[in-house]
């Protein structure tokens, strides 16, 4: 099937967008190896940023990446915690970001493209145990393999640890932080003839979290029939929860003859975030005790096509439509206050809010790749998208040009432009909402309440690709991007379900640096990246703020919360058929913080180690691995959220060190 994927990389090329790999010889050289959570394997990448509950931000962005696996693109799910995507069914992936193609839509900031294993790639299928620091327990099943026409490819696994999220303290073991997660993932390719493939993609994931506790906190409320000096009213007692679950199915058929490649994908995808409150220490510490259920429903196709006009011309075209229904029900328990703020009562109201927002999104694209000479490519297209909600309906028409030249055969050069529009997800609260609450502990800040608009941009880059050895290359690239209702992510409350707002203006603009080396059995690489973010007036979900920070921020220009100003990543790995030994670097400049941003963390630096052996010609297999990885070495105290900043909730901490073993059987 090995030529069906070449065809299927020829429907999607990201010509004159940035591209950054990660192949399977890196994966395994990044600490825990397969058993690294997805944004791990991020986080070696130029650009990319870390955050709390393993988010990643890519070139200043909050989100905005789309995911596409074998070429096929993923629904967008709930904006939680519980990373479904599975390093365990990598065998390579593409980050593109920068001036993307026409072919690209919605979330810009990121084409994040995953191959995965598969079962003429999978040689063998492979039992995985591995555990550690902080009562780890992770076991992993992967079935592989082809027969004929058809090949597949399965993994099952599951987690339990006791650091689920991020502690919001500087001690070791955080308290209240045990999760359980279970993943199950398949792929199927039926080969119909040399020209067709139908393919099925599908993917479970659930997930339970504890939300962690800070400890030593003074009780805030009174509550009728609770005695402050109880032992039992201590906020290292709390015990809210959290559980996530995605389901997601996509079918492909593909069709790639002479000039001609096509694919249709037809996809639906459910999650749901369900949060459970401590209902009485909630009360006494905060005011509040909500049940939250957030559910959201997605199906729509994408189809795409290239055609070889002539000799020197690829022309592209496509559709993508989909709907989404989100539902947000809450069962809330709050205190009546008078208008100083102050509580009246000890006796909470129940307060039952029910809402609900449905969307549709759909775009349409028609693109030319002009070979002119060998050695100058000219990319240029036209797109244009629609949103339509239940809050608002906007559309635009979107061009995109990209100019790839190489002069040299270890060179490549490029610039381009490229128009974004890039809807919210669609999570609006309503007025009669914050009505229900005014005049409790829960009322919003503000009464004003705008809709989330479609964030609408202007993007240019330029960089270089050099090959300056057969061995070493690296690249060197700069970007600059115009937004207007640059859209931002937040979470205003103990649940941890990120809610969208945005700023009337947005500046974004930056540079990286990337490089490797390979040789032999060693690898080396190394990236540095720059980011300077400015946004003015939050023009939407402003009853989430303050009045005196709306005010700030209408009048000056602020950083985004989500910022880090430098990154940089670096490792050295020797790999050979017995021995695998590598080191690792992470260092962060800091996340903003306090009022309007105007803060920061301080920055870190993480080293990390791991050495893997691996016994051939075992019984009753053909490999067995054995690995140990130390994260965090030196154990660093570091803080990437100090509770403060535009959008910001809860602190949270870096891991601090852990050490790790695996044993893996090939069978």
Known sequence: MGHLDQARGRIFPGLGAVSYGIDQRQIQATPQGQNASFSQIMLRMPGVVQDSYGEVHVRGEHGGLTYRVNGVLLPEGLNGFGQELDTRIIQSVDLLTGTLPAQFGFRTAGIVDVHTKSGSTLKNNQLSLYGGSYDTFAPSLQLGGSKGRFEYFTTLSMNRNNIGIENPTASFRATHDTTQQEKAFGYFSWKLNDTDRISLLTSASYADFELPNTTGLQPVYQLSGTDWSHPSVQSRFLDDSQTEQNYYAVVSYQHSADKLNLQLSPYFRYGRIDYTPDPARDLIFQGVAEHEVNDFTTGGAQFDLSYDIAPHHTLRAGLLGQYTSERLDTDSLAFPVDETGQQTSSTPLRLIDNTGNWSVEAGAYLQD??????????????????????????????????????????????????????????????????????????????????????????????????????????????????????????????????????????????????????????????????????????????????????????????????????????????????????????????????????????QYDIFNVGYQYTFTRVPLGHDLKVRADIVNLFDKRYQLRDGSGVGIYQAQYGQRRGTYFSLVSDF
């Open 369 to 602: 790749e002009y070979r002119i000479t060998r050695k100058l490519t000219f990319n240029y297209g036209i797109r244009y998208d629609r949103f339509a909600s239940s809050f608002g309906n906007e559309g635009q028409l979107s061009p995109r040009a990209n100019l790839v030249w190489k002069p040299f055969r270890s060179t490549t050069l490029h610039i381009g432009y490229s128009r974004f529009f890039a809807p919210p997800s669609p999570q609006y609260v309503y007025p009669s909402t914050l009505a229900r609450f005014a005049g409790t502990t829960n009322a919003a800040a503000n009464l004003t309440d705008t809709p989330t608009k479609v964030e609408t941009s202007n993007y240019v880059d330029a960089g270089i690709l050099q090959h300056i050895t057969p061995e070493l290359q690296i690249t060197i690239d700069a970007y600059s991007k115009w937004a207007h209702n640059l859209t931002d992510l937040g979470q205003f409350g103990r649940a941890v379900i990120l809610a969208p707002f945005s700023y009337r203006r947005g500046h974004v603009y930056g540079a990286e640096f990337g490089s490797s080396w390979r040789r032999g059995p060693w690898s080396v690489f190394g990236n540095f990246s720059f980011v300077k973010t400015a946004a003015r007036e939050i023009n939407s979900a402003e009853y989430q703020f303050d009045p005196e920070e709306l005010s700030y921020i209408r009048a000056h220009a602020i950083q985004l919360d989500h910022q880090g100003q430098y990154t940089a990543s670096a490792g050295a790995s020797y790999s050979s058929k017995h021995h695998l030994a590598y080191i690792d670097f992470l260092y962060g400049y800091g996340l903003r913080s306090g009022f309007a941003n105007l803060e920061k963390q301080p």
